[in-house]
């Protein structure tokens, strides 16, 4: 698993590789919980980073156009004869830790100077470690323990195993999932599900209670993980440009 970062975390990052004229390549992953503004935030940091003139990189995850990735779709909508809710958790947590690494395969990060992953390793852990929690309270263990296990689990199968690139620092966009489901109602169509239905994740309010801790679990395991509170006090969403320029603020050491 990963070395040790201090006495309570443990370190997430690799160092920054050299791009072209020897700067550095950050990689950023934006994570969090459906409906959390994520997207959003996502295509703001993108061009504010280019009109700094950085070469910016884009991963989407699930790549759902790819062969793993359709298959996760597949499970995500039920439309199969097997649902994403049927597949165990580590069988499920390969499907999506192979579509990072042939995405990765195919991807040149040496064109770029940040590489930006809509998420990445750390979702894995916490939608396939809410499912964890759920299975450990079924049978009377700890469910914090499960879970913590598992996400030292999987860092170290998609990182030191497969050798899926590490992020330089995690965004975890936090709300509360009362938050989130009337968010997702906004989305729209999207194409895995076949329509503006929930997928089989969204739909599921214990479910997403738990997918939310496990982000927030691994925010507490690791470094490198900043966490933006993304509701007020009046439980509504913050504005646009606030929680920006706290994403901006917090990367400055990296992009100096």
């Given at each position: 698993?990963?070395?040790q970062?201090n006495?309570?975390?443990?370190?997430?990052?690799a160092?920054?590789?050299?791009?072209?004229?020897?700067?550095?390549?950050?990689?950023?992953?934006?994570?969090?919980i459906?409906?959390?503004?994520k997207?959003v935030q996502?295509a703001?940091?993108?061009a504010?980073?280019?009109?700094?003139?950085?070469?910016?990189?884009?991963?989407?995850?699930?790549?759902?156009?790819?062969?793993?990735?359709?298959?996760?779709?597949?499970?995500?909508?039920?439309?199969?004869s097997?649902s994403?809710?049927?597949?165990?958790?580590?069988?499920m947590?390969l499907?999506?830790?192979?579509?990072?690494?042939?995405?990765?395969?195919?991807?040149?990060?040496?064109?770029y100077?940040?590489i930006?992953?809509?998420?990445s390793?750390?979702?894995?852990?916490?939608?396939?470690?809410?499912?964890v929690?759920?299975?450990?309270?079924?049978?009377g263990?700890d469910?914090?323990?499960a879970?913590e296990a598992?996400?030292?689990?999987?860092?170290?199968?998609?990182?030191?195993?497969?050798?899926?690139?590490k992020?330089?620092?995690?965004?975890?966009?936090?709300?509360?999932?009362s938050?989130?489901?009337?968010?997702?109602?906004?989305?729209?169509?999207r194409?895995?599900v076949g329509?503006?239905?929930a997928?089989?994740y969204e739909?599921?309010?214990?479910?997403?209670?738990?997918v939310?801790?496990?982000?927030?679990?691994?925010?507490?395991?690791?470094?490198?993980?900043?966490v933006?509170?993304?509701?007020?006090?009046d439980g509504?969403?913050?504005?646009?440009?606030?929680?920006?320029?706290?994403?901006?603020?917090?990367?400055?050491?990296?992009l100096?």
């Open positions: 698993m990963a070395d970062a006495d309570t975390k443990l370190t997430t990052a160092r920054p590789s050299r791009g072209r004229r020897g700067k550095r390549r950050i990689m950023i992953a934006l994570e969090g459906d409906g959390s503004g997207s996502f703001r940091l993108k504010r980073l280019e009109a700094l003139g950085k070469r910016v990189g884009v991963l989407d995850f699930p790549c759902y156009g790819s062969f793993f990735g359709s298959q996760i779709g597949v499970f995500l909508s039920g439309s199969g097997v994403a809710a049927d597949v165990d958790v580590r069988s947590s499907w999506y830790a192979m579509d990072r690494v042939k995405a990765f395969e195919q991807f040149d990060a040496k064109a100077d940040v930006l992953l809509n998420r390793t750390m979702a894995n852990a916490a939608y396939q470690g809410s499912r929690q759920l299975e450990a309270k079924k049978h263990e469910p914090q323990q879970l598992y996400i030292k689990w999987l860092f170290e199968l998609e990182f030191d195993v497969l050798g899926v690139p992020p330089d620092i995690f965004f975890i966009f936090d709300v509360p999932v938050v989130s489901h009337a968010n997702v109602a906004k989305k729209g169509r194409d895995y329509g503006e239905k997928d089989v739909k599921d309010n214990e479910l997403l209670e738990t939310r801790k496990g982000y927030l679990t691994c925010a507490e395991m690791f470094d490198n993980v900043t933006l509170r993304c509701t007020g006090a509504n969403m913050r504005g646009i440009d606030e929680i920006s320029d706290e994403v901006w603020a917090a990367l400055a050491g990296l100096k």
